[in-house]
T-cell receptor, first 116, second 111 residues
Framework: DAGVIQSPRHEVTEMGQEVTLRCKPI?????LFWYRQTMMRGLELLIY????????DSGMPEDRFSAKMPNASFSTLKIQPSEPRDSAVYFC??????????????FGPGTRLTVL | LAKTTQPISMDSYEGQEVNITCSHN???????ITWYQQFPSQGPRFIIQ???TKVTNEVASLFIPADRKSSTLSLPRVSLSDTAVYYC????????????FGKGTTLSVSS
């Protein structure tokens, strides 16, 4: 298996522009997670899905952020409009089932977003 | 959710055993303890998970005392390539919850 795939790997955009990050989870995994990592705040959970349904989006910073999972093999995280403080590395992860009891999360390589 | 506390950083030399202790005083009965490793410019990677006593795999050992209020990740004979950030997480059993990553412990291994 190719693992969790994220695109693009790097994104540089200007403030106010729309940004769309993409993720393809490992085939057969029921859970998909979006994280954001910065030096100041560490690794933060933004939202996660179970069987394509959003379960907890309490980590989404504000209405400028939205996430979708139209099918089991694809998810997007959109920022509109983007701001410089959104600059971070965004990770997507997937797991086979509930993470307790051995269903570990597999992380993608991340998308490094820079908003100028 | 159980909060974890671990040292911000640790230094070691090649060939030494490294023990990183994490406290999780309010861990719930069904919660698991999980450790992840993150190299620069990569996503976190699962190392080991346990519920009680001792768990060992090809990478590390995890020691959990009877009260489960702390755990210790043990890395035998570290090498330069073990330089990374190590996260201790308490995995809540309740449906509808997810892993929460803290700041982790930055391990620096020198020759």
């Amino acid at each position: 298996d190719a693992g969790v795939i994220q695109s693009p790997r790097h994104e540089v955009t200007e403030m106010g522009q729309e940004v769309t990050l993409r993720c393809k989870p490992i085939s057969g995994h029921d859970y998909l997670f979006w994280y954001r990592q910065t030096m100041m705040r560490g690794l933060e959970l933004l939202i996660y899905f179970n069987n394509n349904v959003p379960i907890d989006d309490s980590g989404m910073p504000e209405d400028r952020f939205s996430a979708k999972m139209p099918n089991a093999s694809f998810s997007t995280l959109k920022i509109q409009p983007s701001e410089p403080r959104d600059s971070a590395v965004y990770f997507c992860a997937s797991s086979l089932g509930r993470t307790s009891g051995g269903d570990t999360q597999y992380f993608g390589p991340g998308t490094r977003l820079t908003v100028l | 959710l159980a909060k974890t506390t671990q040292p911000i950083s640790m230094d070691s030399y090649e060939g030494q055993e490294v023990n990183i202790t994490c406290s999780h005083n309010n861990i719930a009965t069904n919660d698991y303890i999980t450790w992840y490793q993150q190299f620069p410019s990569q996503g976190p990677r699962f190392i080991i998970q346990g519920y009680k006593t001792k768990v060992t795999n090809e990478v590390a050992s995890l020691f959990i005392p009877a009260d489960r209020k702390s755990s210790t990740l043990s890395l035998p004979r570290v090498s330069l390539s073990d330089t990374a950030v190590y996260y201790c997480l308490v995995d809540p059993y309740q449906a509808g919850t997810a892993l929460i990553f803290g700041k982790g412990t930055t391990l620096s291994v020198s020759s």
